[in-house]
Each structure stands twice: as structure tokens, then as C-alpha cells.
């Protein structure tokens, strides 16, 4: 059995189980119980073992190119979205965010007493500039980079459904955005994301309908 250690809210671990999804290759998912590795943690049948989302990406891409995620006509606009998803969104909105709200131990952030709400203010700000710009690119191009879902659809959408637990995400100021959203969450892929539950830490209503 292929096994996948991950963190229930790190934006890279979403995405490796979205990539998972997407590629249909069966999985174990675990959580980590080594604090020195650099999740995601993918191992194949043979053994392959990769450490670390883009060695995870490499891995799927190459080994199991059937559904590819990085189309050849728009990958390098693929590859600029995914670098700015994983970069920039990831720096000024999911980590003051998510990092801040989740319980370390489902995000691999270092412990804190309470969340800093100074911290997440400055996320929320940061999502507002940014929401913009994603609903135009998506309004006329249907998806972030090519006319079929790749790896930078999934990628953001791995950040926004983090956001979207804890009920972050003004989906109403930005309507094409929204429906990009319901589509990429309507996929198969995305039913391992819409079933997570930690404790003490239910997510908002909103998270698991398709008809949000």
C-alpha cells in the first residue's frame, strides 16, 4: 500500500492528497510521528520514498503521467501560479491565518500559548488585496492557468479549503471566484479534504457543502 504522512492543515500536504486524488492512486494517509521529516512524506509500491511536496510533485508527475497536472500548453503559467500559491499566498494569508488559528500540531508550526490576533488581521487584509486578482484571472480564463484543472487550481484550492475550515474566505466579494471554487471542490479529488475533522476544532458549516 502507497502511504502518505501529512498534516491535516498544511496547504502542502492538502496538495499532495489532492495530487493523489486527481492521479486515482490509492493511499494510506498517517500522521507523522518522526518531528525531523519534511512533510509531505510520499512512499510508492517499490519503496520510492519522497520527502517534501516538490519531490512529491517530481515523483506523481513523472511516474504517472495518464492525468497530468502540469499540462504542456500553459505550464509555465501553471508552474508561476503554483509558485505564487505556495510563496506569496502562503506568506501574507495561510500561515497568519491558519498557522495562527490551528493546533500546531495539525500545521507543524511551532507551539504557541493563544493565537495573536494582530497576526491574523494582517492575513485577512492581505486576502482581501489578493481575492481580487484570483476572481479576474479565473472569470476569464475559467482556471487559474489552462482550460482543464491543473496543479495550480489544486494548489490554491488546498489553501482555500484550510481557510475556508476556520471560515476565512469571503466568498461573497468575489462571485467568480466562488464558483471556481465549487467546481474544483465538486471533484473527487477533493471528498478526503471536505471529511477532515479535528477535535475540539469542528470547521464552519459552509465546509463540506458543494452548494455553498
Known sequence: MRRLTHLVFSPASRLARLM????RLVCDPQAPDDATAHLPVFIDLDGTRCEGLWAVVDHLEGNYPENPLIPEDGRAETLRWLDWT???FDDRVTR?????????????????STPDMNVIRSGREALRELLPTIG?????????AA?????????LAAHLSALDYFGEVPWDATPAMREWYGRIKSRPSFRSLLSDRVPGQPPVTQYAELDF
Open 96 to 112: 497568519r491565518i491558519v498557522f495562527e488559528k490551528a493546533n500546531p500540531r495539525f500545521t507543524g508550526a511551532s507551539s504557541r
Open 20 to 23: 493523489l486524488g486527481e492521479k
Open 86 to 88: 505556495m510563496g506569496v
Open 136 to 144: 479576474r484571472t479565473v472569470e476569464v480564463h475559467g482556471n487559474l
Open 147 to 155: 482550460r482543464v484543472c491543473t496543479i495550480a487550481d489544486l494548489a
